[in-house]
DNA sequence: TCATACCCGACTATTCTTGTCAACATTAGC
DNA sequence: GCTAATGTTGACAAGAATAGTCGGGTATGA
C-alpha cells in the first residue's frame, strides 16, 4: 500500500502555491522547479483544477494559484484529486464483489480502516503544513 | 492509494485460519475456498509462513493452521507479510531523494500519516474480528 | 510405494505508473 | 493585429507492478 508519485508531486505543488499565496498566478515553469517534470505537473494541476483547488489565469503572465485559503484545503483533497478516491479495496466500492457471506466479515475492517485514514488525510491541512509542528507530530525521529 | 489483491486475501485467508483454529491444519484446498486461486494463495501463504505468521504441516493430513493465538496476530502484521512495508513515500525509506529543502516539510507529512496508518492496523487483531464490532466500529453505514 | 500435501522458482498477460509529445486556445503587451 | 507567454487537451509509450499460472520438487501418513 502506498501512494503513487502523483499525490506526492501533488502536495509538492500545492505546499509550493501555498507558499506563494497573494503573489499572483504561478506559471507551470517556477511550480515545476519542485523537481517534477513540466509536462507532467500539467496533467496533475489539470486535475487539482478540475477539483476546483486551484485556478488557473492563461496567457501571457498567468498560471496556477489556489482556489482557497491555505486552511480550506486538506491533504486529503489533494490526493483525491491526483490519485482519485483512494480505495482500500474494490468492495467498499463494487458492490457484488463480496461472493461469499465469510468474506464479508472482513468487510467490515476495510471499511473502518478506509474512513478511519480518510478522517486522518482531512485533518491535516496546508495552513497546518505552513505553520509546521501543527499535526501532532510529537516524537523526534 | 490502494491495497493489493495479496494484503486482502492475506487477511481472508488468516481469516479462515483463525475460524478453524484448533481443528487442526488446514489444507490449501479447503483454505482456497474462500475465493482465491490455490497457486496464488500458496505464495501468499508462503509469505506468512516466512514471516512466522503460520505454520505448515507437510505431507498427508497437513495443512496451514495459525502459528500464534488470534490476539497476538494484527491486520498489519498480515499486511506486512503480504504486500511488504507499507511506504507512503520512498522519501521515508530512501535517504536521499529529497533532494530540495522545501521539499522536505513535506516529508513530516508522511511521516506522521505512516505512523499514523501503522498504529491502525496494528490496533485490529484477529481475534477483534472474530468477536466483530471490537476494534471501532460505531456508525451504522 | 503411493497419494496427499506443502515448497520453490520461472514464466506471462494485463494493467498501472510515469512520463513525453504535439497541436491548440487564450491573453498581455507592444 | 502580432507575437510571445502561458494554460488545455489528448494521444502515445517505456517500464514496473500486479495477478496469476505452471512445472517440477520434497516430505509424510497410510
Redesign the interface.
Known amino acids: ?4 508519485t502523483k ?2 508531486y501533488g ?2 505543488a500545492m ?2 502555491l501555498a ?1 506563494h499565496a497573494g503573489n499572483g498566478p504561478q506559471p507551470l515553469k517556477s511550480v515545476a522547479e ?2 517534477v517534470p513540466e509536462d507532467y505537473l500539467e496533467q496533475l494541476l489539470g486535475n487539482l483544477r478540475r477539483a476546483g483547488l486551484v485556478t488557473t489565469v492563461r496567457g501571457a503572465q498567468g498560471g496556477y494559484q489556489l482556489a482557497k485559503e491555505p486552511q480550506a484545503i486538506t ?1 486529503g483533497d489533494i ?1 483525491d484529486a491526483t ?1 482519485g478516491p ?4 474494490e ?1 467498499l466500492s463494487d458492490e457484488g464483489s463480496c ?2 457471506a ?2 464479508c ?2 468487510r ?6 478506509s474512513n ?2 480518510n478522517d ?2 482531512q485533518s ?1 491541512s496546508l495552513q497546518d ?1 505552513l505553520e ?1 509542528e501543527q ?3 510529537t516524537k523526534e ?1
Open positions: 500500500m502506498k501512494l503513487s499525490g506526492k502536495l509538492y505546499f509550493y507558499q519542485i523537481g491533504v490526493i490519485e483512494l480505495s482500500i479495496s468492495c461472493h461469499r465469510g468474506q466479515k472482513t467490515r475492517v476495510w471499511e473502518y480502516l478511519s485514514i486522518l488525510l491535516i503544513m509546521q499535526f501532532g507530530i525521529s
